[in-house]
């Protein structure tokens, strides 16, 4: 297809398309005459997929291109491609500003230890979540274990949930293409969740 | 105190105080000589407040002012101070870009119809939550029923330990403050955890 076409069936405008070709977001398209260049649907896949990642996910255009690079990898490394997309997102969730207090450290990996978790000390989540004690603290807000662990209980139904939505899939690139997607995607499914959730709660308070 | 002594208890420089100042995220202090500002506990309590705002959150300046100007009316209405912190902490969470599709809205209402919420069709989490399950769908991946399911069991999980914290605090200024500081924090709080989680689950994989 033109790249009329593949405007029309991605919803973008022809000038972001080029704009992505030109930042390495999308491949080019194949030069078929002089002023006539041929799109394909692999095309079009990796068009919506770049689109959900930058508009739903709200990466940077430098995380999309690591995403990318991860799932195009000739040997797809399934847990290379997920911490891709974990490191990705996380610098688009929340900043990093520094080391968290090694108090909060400690409570996020009870926290852990409590919900069973095996993880590394590199882990992200756990330097966010220890990011989080440490601002609840310093706007004088306490969060209690039993608070907590409803979190992390919360977290654990849904990334089990994650990894058995893989169970069904044919091969390791549908797998790891619907982890990225997957991992971009929960948080502001949650997110959205959560405030709908929220206003029951309250409202029957 | 003077403005050095904030700056070492907040742990900020005196530049970005005055700078908060100037944007109005902190009222001024009190001009007690030519060269001498008195500043107060309670402008330690507001910077940092507006610090885990900023730094967590990730709200913008204008989010911040928006959720401070709730929290300071003369007659705090907590709904009102709880929406805006939602609407402020949304936008910082996903951007909306349009309208999401009528299937995908009929989706999540039938989520929150099951999860037995009672909602508003203007809700942004409705809308939020409907906008991933149209990136999903535009990146091939099908969301189905079960998977949206667990998210909801587990954002209603943690609304209503967010509602029960609520419970033992003395007054309905701290209620106020404690719940829009949890809409700010539990995003963060929740990505974090669902990494750690994400990671145990992978493994054993």
Known sequence: ?????????????????????????????????????EYTES??????????????????TA??????T??????????????????ALTRSVVAVTGEPSADSLARID??????????????????IAAQVIDAAEGAEVHLDDDHLDAYAAAANAVAAADIAALRDLPDRNS?????VIGTVLGDPLSAGLRRIAQTHHANRK
Chains 1, 2 share one sequence.
């Not at 095309?43 to 940077?60: C, F, I, N, P, Y």
């Not at 995380?63 to 990318?68: F, K, Q, R, Y």
């Open 175 to 179: 797998a790891a293409r619907v982890m």
């Open 1 to 37: 297809m033109i790249i009329t076409e593949l405007a029309e069936r991605s919803g973008l405008p022809s000038a972001t398309i080029k704009y992505y070709v030109r930042d390495g977001l999308l491949p080019m398209g194949e030069r078929i005459s002089g002023k006539r260049t």
């Open 70 to 87: 991860a799932l195009d990898a000739p040997e797809l490394d399934i847990t290379y491609a997920f911490e891709s997309a974990q490191r």
């Open 43 to 60: 095309h079009l896949r990796r068009l919506r997929l770049v689109r959900a990642l930058l508009e739903v996910g709200k990466l940077s």
């Open 63 to 68: 995380s999309v291109i690591e995403v990318l």
């Open 110 to 127: 009870a926290v852990s230890d409590r919900a069973g978790w095996a993880y590394s000390s590199g882990n992200i989540g756990r330097v």
